[in-house]
């Protein structure tokens, strides 16, 4: 039977006062103390913060945000959690881009709208990206090249960001590259139970329906938990959460040390967010 997942979702300009990889260099080894077995990084790629502070607004996918350091430096820090016995996810958006990415150079990379500028991905109201065309090829290899390029320097999966957004015979391809140069079982995540059921290319999904479920009925949210045999993450906190600045308390009142609790002696996969752990009464922006 395999081990359950048991995940810390990380920021790393938020898990230092220093906010930087080299001042975490020694967090792989405390999380691993904690229990954990994999780290989800929210995205550390460069962006334009005279744009966004959003990290999934990026400008380089091959950079760092100088922020947090330089690419040796996430090289090392991988190396360290991989040295802890901890796996690392990291979340990547290729869906969209930075309007500053110098991809936007190349006008039939990104979608259209009737004016002929780009846009932001539909039902969207993501002001600070724009909407990359997946049909067209070069867009396909530039986006394999991205992921070939952290797989070789060391994670051990990603969660693509918006992935219902993009083209299955797109993500298909993508996934079967990674898999012929991997030499371990990759962790691939995307969003939600029904995308996940429809898309067996996926080995885990962030369980979106049961966090809904907690706000209106924590015991069947509970049953879920215990008995389900579903590859779906459980957690309390996402980045959408950390984005309004909420608290874990705030959001679940009363309840949250309980289904605490029920999280970490689950069989199920479970994550929690870097502010969960340390600090449950209080809260961080993920916004840089």
Known sequence: MKRPLRIIETS???????????????????IASYGFNTVFILPW?????????????????TQLNERVGVIKDAQNWIARCRQAGLNVVLDMPLNHTSPNHPWTSNTGWYALDKDGNKCSPAATSWTDVVQLNHSEPLVCDAGEKVLRFW?????????????????????????????????HELLLWCDGEEYFNSHPIFNGFLHHEAFRLAKNNVLEWESLVKNTASKGIFYLTNHDTLHLGKS?????????????????????????????????????????
């Open 12 to 30: 790393i300009p938020h898990a230092t006062a220093e906010g930087t990889l080299k001042a975490a260099m020694d967090l792989p080894d405390q």
């Open 45 to 61: 790629m460069k962006v334009d913060l005279n744009l966004s502070r959003s990290p999934y607004a990026i400008t380089d996918y």
């Open 151 to 183: 797989l070789e320097l060391g994670v051990g999966g990603f969660r693509f960001d918006a992935a219902s957004f993009i083209p299955d015979t797109v993500l298909q391809k993508w996934i079967d590259e990674l898999k012929k140069i991997a030499n």
């Open 248 to 288: 874990p308390f705030d959001e679940w009142l009363g309840s949250y040390r309980l289904m605490r609790e029920i999280l970490e002696s689950s069989s199920q996969n479970t994550l929690f967010s870097w502010s969960d752990w340390q600090n449950p009464s209080g809260s961080y922006s993920f916004m840089l």
